[in-house]
T-cell receptor
């Protein structure tokens, strides 16, 4: 079983749609959680951190459920520019260093 | 967010040559930097953790003599791919951990092609 699992997609949605991505992780000692977006042939860019209380940034809402070891990302009113791969990232303390464990990423295509 | 630069953005070299890639944190000090490699349609694979002033920690299966890492200052880490071969062709991405923000910020990546 992979440490961080995501549905690879692709998710093809029309402009204006609401889309939700899910992610599960296996290490219960994981410390912090993030969503990054990665455009084709570019580096990952931090989208938002994820907290148990849930956090919202404009059209984006992230949620963490520690008991179920589950992370989600909701995108409302999708734009064409939201098309990208969304990476679920778990930050784990390993041998005294915080390291990222990446999900495989979920591809999103927003269609006109 | 924090800014991380990487140079060069792309390089083409002949088999057997060495290539040096620089990673700089521009607006914060990074005691810890990371080097990743990414093949097409795959996720990032951590190669090594670079700690300022000490030896890098390599992930299993990554040859430390082939991928030399130096982290001589709080804002600069370098990765040298020695005696490069075509199978080393990949997208190399560095990141720097900003402890204040508790997250890693990635450089724009270096696309290496070995002929």
């Amino acid at each position: 079983r992979k440490e961080v699992e995501q549905d690879p997609g692709p998710f093809n949605v029309p402009e204006g749609a609401t889309v939700a991505f899910n992610c599960t992780y296996s290490n219960s000692a994981s410390q912090s959680f993030f969503w990054y977006r990665q455009d084709c042939r570019k580096e990952p860019k931090l989208l938002m951190s994820v907290y148990s209380s849930g956090n919202e940034d404009g059209r984006f809402t992230a949620q963490l459920n520690r008991a179920s070891q589950y992370i989600s990302l909701l995108i409302r009113d999708s734009k064409l520019s939201d098309s990208a791969t969304y990476l679920c990232v778990v930050d784990c303390l390993t041998s005294g260093t915080y390291k990222y464990i990446f999900g495989t990423g979920t591809r999103l295509k927003v269609l006109a | 967010g924090a800014v991380v630069s990487q140079h060069p953005s792309w390089v083409i070299c002949k088999s057997g040559t060495s290539v040096k890639i620089e990673c700089r944190s521009l607006d914060f000090q990074a005691t810890t930097m990371f080097w990743y490699r990414q093949f097409p349609k795959q996720s990032l694979m951590l190669m090594a953790t670079s700690n300022e002033g000490s030896k890098a920690t390599y992930e299993q299966g990554v040859e430390k003599d082939k991928f030399l890492i130096n982290h001589a200052s709080l804002t600069l880490s370098t990765l040298t791919v020695t005696s490069a071969h075509p199978e080393d062709s990949s997208f190399y991405i560095c990141s720097a951990r900003n402890y204040q923000q508790g997250a890693q910020f990635f450089g724009p990546g270096t696309r290496l092609t070995v002929l």
